[in-house]
Each structure stands twice: as C-alpha cells, then as structure tokens.
Nanobody, 125 residues
Framework: VQLQASGGGLVQAGGSLRLSCTAS????????MGWFRQAPGKEREFVAA????????SYLDSVKGRFTISRDDPKNTQYLQMNSLKPEDTAIYYC???????????????????WGQGTLVTVSS
C-alpha cells in the first residue's frame, strides 16, 4: 500500500490542523492505522493509532484530549485532528499502516510496515 500524508503547515500555538493520509494500491480495511512524529534531533515517536474497525484508539499521553485519530474506509483515508497545538508538537508527522490485519490499535513502531512520506507541522509560540 502507498500512503500519502497531507495537511501540515505553520500554525500559532493554540491553533488546529487536520492531517490526512490517503492510501492507494490496497484498501485500508481491515488494517490498523497510526500516526508517528519525528522532531529534529529526536527519534520517531508514536502519536496515535486506531484499530482495524475504528472502534478503539490509543494516544501518546501528551496529546490525549487534544488530538483525535479517525478513519474513513470508503474514502481509504485516515485523519489526525490536532487541536490546542503547542510548540512542542512541531515535527514531521508520518502516517503508517499496520503489518497485519484485524489487530488492535498498536503504539509499536515495528508493527507498521507501510509509511507515508511525512508532512511538516510547525507550531509557533
């Protein structure tokens, strides 16, 4: 599957952005999906994941209550709605598809086999 992420940009602290990730070559269903991010000089870290059904989600503690992951399988797209953005959210955001179908939302980077190219989110203070 090929993943194309979009929606990044420059926003002031407290603002919002919605990232999208559209798949081609294969349907998203029934695979779990996730978002990861990598800030300059840091390792890639888990942000959010949704299971194959869309019914269960998992979040990095620091984004709980501010970010929402969702999926629209008929559109073969997943989303990350980011509200109340903070400067520390600045990073390149990557979407990813789970390696195996029917799995619960997983925060483990090694569970994801397909990755998008990344979209840059910059939050100014």
């Amino acid at each position: 599957v090929q993943l194309q992420a979009s929606g990044g940009g420059l926003v002031q602290a407290g603002g919002s952005l919605r990232l999208s990730c559209t798949a081609s070559g294969r349907t998203l269903s029934p695979y779990g999906m996730g978002w990861f991010r990598q800030a300059p000089g840091k390792e890639r870290e888990f942000v959010a994941a949704v299971d194959w059904s869309g019914g269960r989600t998992s979040y990095l503690d620091s984004v709980k209550g501010r970010f929402t992951i969702s999926r629209d399988d008929p559109k073969n797209t997943q989303y990350l709605q980011m509200n109340s953005l903070k400067p520390e959210d600045t990073a390149i955001y990557y979407c990813a598809a789970d390696s195996f179908p029917w799995r619960q939302a997983t925060p483990r980077l090694r569970d994801f086999a397909s990755w998008g190219q990344g979209t840059l989110v910059t939050v100014s203070s």
